[in-house]
């Protein structure tokens, strides 16, 4: 059988149909019914963050964050190139600059010790992105706001169900972003979320998604409709309820391909962060000096029905529509080429057997 990078999460048949019976008795679809508000609290509990605020889409979650901080416009935003293309359009359509500081070649994640560099009296925010479910050095990016007054957003995409010493990922900075893509750890189908602890977002957040209506008769914001619907709330409430277990088992796959490929000569693998309990959203290798380029690596799966993916490739700072801004190209950010030029995603998910991750692994080591 073919195996993809992933698959989507499921309940039951049954346990999904039950969920969204009661709509059909209502015909609330939409405009935050009860399924929403039910979704909305459970993960306000489950992540333990005073505030939830749930989107459609986790791209429109971070363009409305980012617009309800107003920062002026042409203001600088921090952030990194090793990142899905979403994160440097949100900044871009918000009328911000995003300047592209590199990563470490650890985890991956935004180097702090190049941030302070960048910084300018136009800069008014950092955006940075938990990568494959691995944390960002959070404390040392608070340090680094703080000192200079800028706001953080976190672009976690990566990271529902990461904790750090027992606190969520949802937790940290001003804002963070998740993302419920069918493809994620956690998923609504489409969907997405912004998590934060200041009560004066609520309603703006709230009227930003509703087309900027404060009321049906009062317009606050020139805003579009980012609201995330009851039928995807209910896949969220099914969801939920086996996150754990979900996870649990994408954790058994991790060891597998740990105890397979760690050690050999040429393939990176990232060591598990310290104090942080992993989602294992992602399981990336660098093939760096091995005998197969990741390219090849990436070609004698796919000929065996086996559908790794390059992830991160390109850069966004290599895209053509920001060729021009200074801080773009591979050249500034080194780190960053050099693992996207090298870094594969092997399939990962809850139903992926030990079986399926030997299969994988005797096709790279053979």
């Known amino acids: 059988m073919p195996i993809n990078v992933t698959r989507s999460s499921m309940p039951d048949f049954e346990e999904y149909c039950n969920e969204i019976r009661e709509l059909w008795d209502s015909r609330w679809l939409t405009n935050m019914g009860v399924k929403h508000k039910e979704l909305q609290a459970k993960l306000e509990q489950y992540l333990g963050v005073r505030h939830v605020t749930l989107y459609t889409n986790g791209h429109l979650a971070l363009e409305n964050v980012i617009a309800a901080m107003n920062f002026p416009k042409g203001s600088e935003v921090i952030t990194t190139p090793f990142t899905f293309a979403s994160t440097t ?46 944390l960002c050095d959070v404390d040392a990016i608070k340090l680094i706001a703080d000192r200079h007054g800028l706001k953080v957003i976190y672009d976690a995409a990566h990271a529902f169900g990461v904790t750090k010493n027992g606190v969520s990922a949802a937790c940290f900075g001003n804002a963070s972003m998740f993302s419920f893509h069918a493809t994620k750890v956690f998923n609504t189908i489409e969907g997405g979320a912004v998590t934060y602890a200041d009560d004066a977002l609520v309603q703006v957040l709230d009227d930003r998604k509703n087309f900027g209506l404060h009321t049906p008769e009062e317009g606050l914001y020139a805003a579009g409709n980012a609201k995330m619907s009851e039928f995807q709330a209910a896949m969220g409430i099914c969801n939920l309820r086996h996150l754990d277990g979900e996870i649990a088992k994408r954790g058994v796959a991790v060891a597998r391909y740990r105890e397979r490929l760690c050690g050999v000569d040429g393939i990176q693998i990232c060591p598990e962060q310290r104090d942080v309990t992993s989602n294992y959203a992602y399981f990336p290798v660098v093939f760096d000096g091995y005998k197969y380029t990741r390219d090849e690596v990436f070609e004698r799966l796919r000929a065996e029905d086996i559908i790794a993916r390059k992830y991160f490739a390109p850069l966004t700072n290599s895209f053509e529509c920001y060729r021009t801004l200074p801080t773009a190209g591979a050249d500034k950010t080194p780190v960053a080429q050099h693992l996207a030029e090298r870094v594969l995603t092997l399939p990962l998910f809850a139903d992926l057997t030990v079986g399926d991750v030997d299969r994988i692994c005797d096709i790279i080591l053979i």
Request: a negative charge; hydrophobic letters at 45%; charged letters at 20%.
């Open 89 to 134: 359009h949100a900044i871009v359509r918000s009328g911000l600059i995003p300047v592209f500081c590199d990563v470490n070649d650890v985890d991956y994640t935004m180097d702090v010790s190049k941030i302070e560099a960048l910084i300018t009296d136009k800069t008014v925010a950092i955006v940075p992105v938990h990568v494959y479910g691995n």
